[in-house]
C-alpha cells in the first residue's frame, strides 16, 4: 500500500505527487455522521488501496457521482470534466446522440484518482470500455438486484445459476459485491463486437435464465412486472453510457459498504454485504491480494460466434404453412 499519509488536523493540505499537486480540501467534513468517518478518511482509503485500484480504471472514461456533503447528503451526476482543472488532468472524448461532444476525464494515477475523490466522488464508475475504442467494450456483465422479498441468500444462488449457465458457453466469469444491494458478475471478453452487440448477448442469456429458472430469477425491466421474491439479472447495464460502480468502490451505505471482488467459493459458502467495508478492506487485499487481477491478464472470451449466431436468429425467415383445402 503507498505510504501516502492525510493530514488529520486541518480542513485543507496540498500533496505532491512527482511533479504533480493536488489540492483536497474540507477533510475534516463528515461524510458518514454515524460512523464518524471523514471526507479525509474516504481518500486515505483511495489512496491506500490505489495500487489494486487504478490498473481497473486505467484508460476508462469516467462518469462522476459527486456527494459534496457525503454518503447522507444529495448526489448530482457529471460526465464533462470540470473546468478549472489541472492541466495534467487527461480527457476522452465521446460523442452523444445531441451532437455534443463530452469530455469525461481520466484516472490514470493516484494524483488523478484522489483529485476525482476530491470532488465528492463516494464510489467510482468507470466506462465499460477503454478510451482508444469506447464503443467495443472489453467486459460483459450482469447485476444481481433483489426484487422485494428476494434476500441476499437468494441473491447467491442465482449468481451460482448465472456462472452455470456462462460455463456452458466456456466463459469466463467473476463476482464482486455491489456494495449496495446485490452482486456483480463480469466476463472479460475481447473487443471486437459493439456495445450494442454485447447488449444483446447479455439480454439473451438473462432471459434464458429467467425461462429456466423462473422460481428465483426475472429478467423483467419494468419494475411494477417483476414478481417478488426473485432476483432480476440486469442485462441493461450494458447499455449505451451506463456505468456499474467499480471494485473497491466505497458505496454511500450506512455501513461505509465496499464492492468487494470475491471468490466463487466465497459465494458457495454465503456471504453478506456487510461483510466488506471500508475499515476492513485494506486488511483483506494485504491477506489476499487482487482477486480480480486475472481479469487484466487473462485471455479473454471471443463474443463474436455468439453475436453472429443471434443475428443470424433475428433474420431466419419464418417457417412456411402448409396450405390444406
Known sequence: MTKLRLPTDRDDTTLTLGDRSVDLTNLRKPFWKTLNITKGDLIQYYADVSRWLLPHLHDRPMVMKRYPNGADG??????RAPR????????????????????????????????????????LNPWYGRCDDWDRPDFLHFDLDPV???????????????REML????????????????????????????????????KAIALDLAARFPKIITAEYRVAKRPQGRV?????????????????????TRLATV?????????QRGITIEEFRLENMRARLREL??????????????????????????????KRQSSVA
Open 232 to 252: 432480476l439479472v440486469d442485462y441493461n447495464q450494458n447499455a449505451w453510457g451506463r456505468t456499474l460502480a467499480s471494485v473497491y468502490s466505497v458505496r454511500p
Open 74 to 79: 444529495e448526489f448530482f451526476y457529471m460526465k
Open 148 to 162: 422485494e422479498g428476494a434476500d441476499f441468500q437468494r441473491i447467491c444462488e442465482v449468481a451460482l445459476r448465472v
Open 167 to 202: 460455463d456452458t458457453f466456456h466463459m469466463p466469469s467473476y463476482p464482486k459485491t455491489t456494495g449496495s444491494r446485490g452482486i456483480h458478475v463480469y466476463v472479460p471478453i475481447r473487443r471486437g463486437p459493439l456495445q450494442k452487440e454485447v447488449w444483446g448477448v447479455a
Open 84 to 123: 478549472p482543472r489541472p492541466d495534467w488532468i487527461r480527457t476522452c472524448s465521446i460523442p452523444h446522440k445531441s451532437l455534443n461532444v463530452i469530455d469525461f476525464p481520466l484516472v490514470q494515477d493516484v494524483a488523478s484518482l484522489l483529485w476525482m475523490v476530491n470532488l465528492g466522488c463516494i464510489d
Open 289 to 318: 491480494g487482487d482477486l480480480w487481477k486475472p481479469l487484466l491478464h487473462s485471455d479473454r472470451f471471443d463474443l463474436g460466434p455468439l453475436v453472429t449466431a443471434l443475428k443470424m436468429v433475428r433474420v431466419r425467415p419464418p
Open 259 to 267: 464492492s468487494a471482488p470475491v471468490s466463487w467459493e466465497e459465494v
